[in-house]
C-alpha cells in the first residue's frame, strides 16, 4: 500500500465516526430505519456509506448489495464519490461511483452509488419499488431541501412493501427527534465530535478592533448586488426592505453603552441591506497581516456576489498578489481542478482565502480553516403564495446557521469566527431556516408526484414532515393547467407526460419541446441552457457600465435578453472554432466557464430528445433556425403566464404585471436600455422582489404572438383560451 493510502487509512480512523462503527451498523442490522447526527466533518458522508459496504463484503454478501447515498447538490456527490474511492484505493466506477443530473461514472460492479435527491426521485419514476437497492442514505436532511422531504415522503410509502430495504437518515445538527418520530420512532445515534473553541467578533466588537468606519457615502458607493440595479438608488433611501426594518429595530434596542462612541457612530451608518465589500476587504486584510497561519473562509450569498467580490479583491495590493494570498470561489459549478485547490493546505506563507456559498457550511469540509467571515446571509427562494410571487432574495440566516458557520473555523485548532452584522441582530435570528417546501413554488414537485402516481397532489403533500399551505398547492396545479401539463382533472396530458423527464422546470421542457416541433431546436437548447445554468454575462463591480454596453452590442434592438444570449453564445461558438473564445469572452465580459457549462447542457438535452422521440434528425430541426419571429414565439409560449405590460411615456417606460402592480427591469437588461420598447408586453423567466419587484431576463412581444402561443390552446379549446387570453388583456387595459 502507498504512503498516501496509508495515511488515508490512518486518517479515517481517527474520524469520531470510527469509534461509532459497531454501534452504527449494529443499529442499521436491527432496524429499518435509523436517523444519524453529528457534528460538520465527523465522518458521516464519507464513513458511514463505506462502513456499510465493508460489513456486506465482509458477510459475503458484497456482490449482493446496492447502497444509494443522496446528496443535496451535485457537487458533492461527485467530489464525496471521488472521494471514498480514492479512500478505498480505487478509480471512481469500480465499487464507488456517482450519478448527477445527466452525468455520472458508474460501472458494472458498483455497490455504493452517490447521487443527487433528484436522481433518486428520477430513478422511482421506473421503478417505484427500487428493486435491488438494499440501503438508502439520505444525507445533510436537516438542510429541509424540498426534494428531501418529498423523498421522505415516498420513501415512507415505501418501507412496509420492501421489509428488508433499510434507510438511514443523516443530520449535521441535533434536531432528530422531528425526523425519528416521523418514522414511527426510529432509533437516532449521534456520533459525538470535537470542535476548539472559536471566538466570535460581531460588527461592533470588529469596527472596535479594527477602527474601520462605516460611513453612509461608503455604503451608498458599495452597494455590492444592489448596485446592479439602476433605479434603485433612487428608491433605497424611501423603502426599507423587510430584512432591513427587522435589523433596524434590533439594533435601535441593543445596548451599546460598553462601545466607543466612534463604533456607535459608526454602526448607526450600517446598511442592513448591503453587503459592505469594503467592510469584508478591511475584515480580511486585519486576518492577513496576523501572524498565525491557517485558511480564510468567508461566507458571500451567491455566485454573483462571490463573483464581484473576487474582482474586487484581486486589484487590491495586499489580497491580490499572488505571493502572499491564494483567493479561491467554492461554489455549485467548479470544476474538479478548483475543488482540489480548495481541499489542499497552501503552500507556507501562502494564506488560502476561500469566498463560499452556503455549501460550505455542511455538504464540504475545508480542513485547514481558522477564520471564518460571516456576511449573515444566504439567497433564499421564498414564495409568497398570495400573489403567487417567487422571489430569490439573500435574506438572514438562522441561528442555527450562523452556529454551523462559526463552527467551521475550529477543526484544527481554536479559530475565529467575524460576524458582519450586531449581536443583536443575531439575537434577532430564526432558530431554524423555514423548510424549503414552505418557501417555493411547487409545480415541478406537483409535476412530479403525478408521473409518479402519487394520487391527488394535495392528499399526497398534506402527509409531508410539514405540509405545504393549501394556496400554494392549488397555485401550482393551476400553472400546470394553464401550461397544459394537466388536464381538468388533474390527470398528466400527453406534453405533461414528456415535460416530466426533462431535468428543467415545466416551462423550459415546453419550450424545448417546442423547439423539436417547429423545427428550431438548436437555438431554444441554447436559450434553455443558458436559463437553466446562469447568467453567462458578468456584471464586475467596476466596469459596470463598460459590461451593459457589451451586452447591450448583442441585442441588434430586438427587445430581448434571451436573443442576446443567443448571438452571445453562438458568436463564441465561432470564436472557438478560430481559437480565440478566450479573448471573445474577456471582450464581451462572458463567463467561459458558463458557456461551457451551457454548450454540454445543450448536447445533454439533445440527447434527452433524441431518446424521448422528439428528435429524429437534427438537421430538420434546424429547418426554421434563423427565424426570430419564431423563437420569440416559443419564447413567449415557454414563459407564459410570466408576462408583463408595456406602457411607453415620454421619458420612461412603465412596466406593470397583473399580481404585482408597477416593476423595473434589471440594469442590464437590454429592455431596460432603451428610452422606449415597441412592443406591448413582455415575457420573463424571474421576478426578484428586493424593495420593489424586478425582472430578470426579458423578451419583447406582440400582441399576436402572446394571443397564438401565450397558455395552452388545448385547454378547454380554442375558446377557453382566447377567454382567459382575454382576462389578462382586461385586467391590464383598465
Ligand atoms: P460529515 O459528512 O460528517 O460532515 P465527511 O465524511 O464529509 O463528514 O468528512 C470527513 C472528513 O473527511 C473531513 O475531515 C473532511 O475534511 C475529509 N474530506 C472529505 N472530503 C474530502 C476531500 N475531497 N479531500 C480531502 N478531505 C476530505
Ligand atoms: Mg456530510
Redesign the pocket.
Known amino acids: 500500500e502507498s504512503e498516501e493510502g496509508q495515511k488515508m487509512q490512518e486518517?479515517r480512523r481517527s474520524?469520531p465516526?470510527y469509534k461509532e462503527k459497531e454501534a452504527l451498523l449494529n443499529a442499521i442490522s436491527r432496524n429499518q430505519v435509523i436517523v444519524v447526527s453529528?457534528?460538520?466533518?465527523?465522518?458521516?458522508?464519507?464513513?458511514l456509506p463505506q462502513y456499510i459496504l465493508e460489513s456486506e463484503i465482509d458477510a459475503a454478501r458484497g456482490a449482493l448489495c446496492s447502497i444509494i447515498c443522496t446528496q443535496p447538490r451535485r457537487i458533492s456527490a461527485m467530489?464525496?464519490a471521488?472521494?471514498v474511492a480514492?479512500e478505498r484505493g480505487e478509480k471512481l466506477g469500480d465499487s464507488v461511483g456517482y450519478k448527477v443530473r445527466l452525468e455520472g461514472i458508474k460501472g458494472r460492479d458498483t455497490r455504493l452509488l452517490f447521487c443527487t435527491t433528484g436522481i433518486l426521485l428520477r430513478r422511482l419514476l421506473l421503478d417505484r419499488s427500487l428493486r435491488g437497492v438494499t440501503h438508502v442514505i439520505v444525507?445533510e436532511i436537516h438542510e429541509r431541501g424540498m426534494n428531501e422531504d418529498f423523498l421522505l415522503i415516498v420513501l415512507k410509502e415505501l418501507l412496509p412493501r420492501r421489509p428488508e430495504l433499510k434507510l438511514i437518515l443523516?443530520s449535521?445538527t441535533l434536531n432528530a427527534e422531528l425526523f425519528s418520530s416521523y418514522f414511527g420512532g426510529a432509533p437516532t445515534i449521534h456520533?459525538p465530535g470535537f470542535t476548539y473553541p472559536v471566538r466570535s467578533y460581531f460588527l461592533e466588537n470588529i469596527l472596535d478592533m479594527t477602527g474601520y468606519r462605516l460611513s453612509t457615502y461608503n455604503q451608498i458607493d458599495n452597494y455590492g448586488q444592489e448596485k446592479m440595479w439602476k433605479m434603485q438608488k433612487q428608491t433605497v433611501r424611501k423603502k426599507k426592505s423587510q430584512i432591513a426594518s427587522a435589523a433596524e429595530d434590533a439594533l435601535e434596542a441593543a445596548d451599546l453603552r460598553d462601545f466607543n462612541p466612534r463604533t456607535r457612530d459608526s454602526l448607526s451608518c450600517w446598511n442592513p441591506d448591503s453587503i459592505g465589500f469594503n467592510l469584508i476587504e478591511n475584515v480580511l486584510c486585519h486576518i492577513c497581516r496576523k501572524e498565525r497561519p491557517g485558511a480564510v473562509l468567508v461566507f458571500m450569498t451567491g455566485w454573483d456576489d462571490i463573483n464581484s467580490l473576487k474582482d474586487q479583491l484581486q486589484s487590491h495590493p495586499l489580497l491580490g498578489d499572488p505571493t502572499k494570498v491564494l483567493l479561491l470561489a467554492c461554489h455549485g459549478s467548479m470544476d474538479s481542478s478548483e475543488?482540489k485547490l480548495i481541499?489542499n493546505r497552501s503552500e507556507d506563507g501562502i494564506r488560502k482565502i476561500v469566498l463560499a456559498t452556503n455549501m460550505a457550511e455542511?455538504?464540504?469540509?475545508?480542513?485547514d480553516v481558522v477564520f471564518v467571515v460571516d456576511c449573515g446571509k444566504a439567497k433564499e427562494t421564498s414564495y409568497d403564495a398570495l400573489n403567487n410571487t417567487p422571489c430569490l432574495l439573500p435574506a438572514w440566516i438562522s441561528k442555527a446557521s450562523a452556529r454551523q458557520r462559526r463552527g467551521r473555523a475550529g477543526?484544527v485548532q481554536p479559530g475565529e469566527c467575524y460576524h458582519l452584522y450586531p449581536k443583536s441582530v443575531y439575537d434577532a435570528f430564526a432558530e431554524y431556516q423555514l423548510p424549503e417546501l414552505l418557501r417555493t413554488p411547487l409545480q415541478s414537485l406537483c409535476l412530479q408526484i403525478k408521473s409518479l402516481q402519487l394520487g391527488s397532489i394535495s392528499e399526497f403533500l398534506s402527509s409531508a414532515l410539514q405540509p405545504p399551505e393549501p394556496l400554494s398547492v392549488q397555485n401550482a396545479v393551476e400553472y400546470l393547467k394553464i401550461i397544459g401539463a394537466l388536464d381538468d382533472n388533474e390527470n398528466l396530458t400527453v406534453l405533461g407526460r414528456k415535460l416530466s423527464v426533462l431535468p428543467v422546470e415545466p416551462k423550459l421542457g415546453k419550450m424545448l419541446i417546442l423547439g423539436a416541433i417547429f423545427n428550431c431546436l438548436d437555438p431554444i437548447m441554447t436559450i434553455v441552457a443558458g436559463l437553466s445554468v446562469r447568467d453567462p454575462f458578468l456584471m464586475p463591480f467596476d466596469k459596470k457600465d463598460l459590461a451593459e454596453s457589451a451586452k447591450a452590442q448583442f441585442s441588434s434592438r430586438d427587445n430581448s435578453d434571451h436573443l442576446a444570449l443567443l448571438r452571445a453564445f453562438d458568436g463564441w461558438k465561432a470564436a472557438e472554432r478560430q481559437q480565440s473564445g478566450h479573448e471573445y469572452c474577456w471582450r464581451n465580459f462572458l463567463s467561459s466557464q458558463t458557456l461551457r457549462a451551457i454548450d454540454s447542457l445543450r448536447k445533454q438535452f439533445y440527447h434527452l430528445l433524441r431518446d424521448g422521440g422528439l428528435v429524429d434528425n437534427m438537421e430538420k430541426c434546424n429547418t426554421w433556425s434563423h427565424d426570430e419571429h419564431l423563437i420569440r414565439a416559443i419564447i413567449c409560449s415557454g414563459l407564459f403566464p410570466g408576462i408583463c405590460s408595456v406602457v411607453n411615456k415620454e421619458k420612461s417606460v412603465s412596466l406593470k404585471t397583473m399580481e404585482d402592480g408597477p416593476v423595473l427591469l434589471y440594469s442590464n437588461s437590454v429592455n431596460s436600455q432603451e428610452p422606449t420598447i415597441p412592443y406591448p408586453w413582455l415575457v420573463f423567466n424571474e421576478k426578484v422582489k428586493v424593495n420593489s419587484v424586478f425582472l430578470r431576463d426579458s423578451t419583447a412581444v406582440s400582441d399576436s404572438v402572446l394571443l397564438l402561443f401565450g397558455g395552452s390552446v388545448s385547454r378547454g379549446g380554442l375558446d377557453g383560451h382566447l377567454k382567459m387570453l382575454g382576462g389578462y388583456l382586461e385586467f391590464f387595459m383598465k
Do not use: H, P, Y
Request: hydrophobic residues 35%; aromatic residues 4%; neutral net charge.
Open positions: 486518517l474520524l465516526a453529528g457534528e460538520t466533518g465527523c465522518g458521516k458522508t464519507t464513513q467530489s464525496v471521488e472521494r480514492a444525507d443523516m449535521a456520533i475543488q481541499f455542511t455538504s464540504i469540509t475545508i480542513n477543526r
